[in-house]
């Protein structure tokens, strides 16, 4: 039989096993956007029911899955489901996404092509809040699962599946008590994979080819708050130098003096892997980073698009001060968040930040974020399986590791996994990846499917 066939035919029976009771992959993600599973920093606001909802759905939508694996429910509104292995000798694997989403910022409904929780399908696309962040992710698991339970397929190796419901807000409800259940159990996984890395259709050092991003570590977390206090007042008498004033000072400087750029191991192997693919003299730089790698941090920090791959970032995010326009307030707060390279301690932050405020006035402190996760193995082991899982959908895709600019709830499964991935295994466009936590997301009816199949392949090769 031919490739062409081979590959005709896959494509025809995966169809056949994402439709049952007449319903679509997606017309299944389309209505789990419908539940508003939406995580607040104010928990107070946090429809719990949503989440209970959403369990109800999932029991319904995947039967087998429910039905023949291990189900528990971790701290009412997080899923743990395990599907054991014939083998009891081969460590098993985790697959991890989160059910809640970000909330829609107010005012923004009609920048979106349909209502955000709509959970429409139309076009070819998927459209609504999670689609790519995350449920695509939770939904794209159970329907492998799924379809491989319906087809007799049996891992040696043991499966478990772990779906956290407040990773938007730091995890520390749905995957840190997931993780600790696993560690009451005993269990020790050979590596997981959770969200973060993706296939780019148009990655702008590949525009022609399809980069598949599979990141090996993520960057730290940590958020200062600055407090300044002082003489507050009526505003007819202000003093010489008010708080908000001495604030501001105070974060121009820190906005100022970004941290230094570095070249840090992930984000070299990326560029390594890439520079057989690039024109030259960009592969010469690509391929001796042993002499370059200042020159090409520096010019990667110039670019928004890049700068985060070379640096600790800095980014004020948060200002208050003040109750009434004609009085001087006696207290003005802010909170600058950075996201660390591997490498760069909390310490060492405060102590920078510290430096340059230099104004005993103004009072820093911060909350220890947990653990941030190392750098995993992308020589072998489960990068391979990824690896062979996305070459077996896309043959044509060149597979990097990377750096995930942003953080997952992949900490908390530090003590659990010998080594954690980031990838669910959707083709979007740089464009399209921006809609996270913004406006108008959506994710390819094509492309998730593709997803699930990577899914599967994992599940398949990881079991060897």
């Known amino acids: 039989m031919s490739r062409f066939f081979i590959v005709l035919l896959v494509g025809l029976l995966l169809k056949i096993s994402m439709s049952y009771g007449g319903v679509t992959a997606a017309e299944r993600l389309g209505e789990a956007i419908q539940f508003r599973t939406v995580s607040y920093q104010d928990r107070s606001r946090i429809n719990l029911k949503e989440f209970q909802r959403l369990h109800t759905f999932l029991r319904a939508s995947f039967p087998l899955v429910f039905s023949q694996l291990e189900v528990e429910t971790i701290n009412d509104y997080s899923l743990l489901i395990r599907w054991p292995g014939s083998d009891p000798d081969l460590d098993p694997i985790l697959f991890t996404a989160h059910m809640d989403v970000v909330p829609i910022e107010p005012g923004t409904e009609e920048d979106w092509e349909y209502p955000p929780f709509a959970g429409v399908v139309a076009d070819g696309r998927i459209y609504g809040r999670g689609s790519l962040d995350n449920k695509q992710g939770v939904l794209g698991n159970l329907e492998a699962a799924e379809s491989l339970l319906a087809e007799g397929f049996a891992p040696a190796r043991t499966l478990v599946f772990a779906f956290g419901h407040d990773e938007e807000i730091s995890g520390k409800q749905g995957a840190k008590k997931l993780a600790e259940r696993m560690r009451e159990k005993g269990w020790h996984f050979a590596w997981m994979v959770d969200e973060g890395g993706m296939v780019i259709s148009d990655y702008p050092l590949l525009p022609d080819i399809p980069a598949a991003i599979i990141n090996v570590a993520e960057k730290g977390y940590l958020t200062l708050t600055l407090v300044a206090t002082g003489e507050g007042g009526h505003s007819s008498r202000p003093p010489e130098l008010s708080t908000i004033g001495r604030l501001s000072a105070a974060l121009e400087r820190i906005e100022r003096n970004p941290f230094p750029t570095r070249m840090v191991g992930p984000v070299a192997a990326m560029l390594e892997t890439m520079a057989a693919h690039v024109e030259q003299p960009t592969r010469f730089f690509f391929d001796n980073l042993w002499l370059t790698s200042w020159v090409v941090a520096g010019i990667m920090s110039e670019d928004p698009m890049t700068n985060s791959f070379v640096r600790t970032t800095t980014a004020l995010t948060m200002f208050n001060a003040g109750v ?78 990377s750096l995930l600019v942003a953080t997952t709830d992949t900490r908390h499964y530090i003590d659990v996994s010998d080594n954690q991935y980031r990838f669910h295994g959707m083709l979007v466009s740089v464009g399209q990846a921006a809609s996270v936590h913004g406006n108008n997301e959506y994710l390819g009816v094509q492309s998730y499917e593709n997803a699930i199949e990577i899914a599967r392949q994992m599940m398949i090769l990881g079991t060897r």
Do not use: H, M
């Open 324 to 401: 009434k326009e004609n009085v001087v307030p006696q207290r003005a707060e802010a909170k600058v968040n950075f996201r660390l390279l591997p490498g760069d301690t909390p310490d060492e932050v405060v102590s920078y930040v510290t430096g340059l405020v230099n104004d005993p006035e103004i009072e820093i402190s911060y909350d220890q974020w947990d653990k941030t996760p190392g750098i995993s193995d992308y020589s072998s082991g489960g990068f391979t399986v990824i690896s062979e899982a996305i070459s077996a959908v896309y043959p044509g895709a060149v597979i990097v590791p």
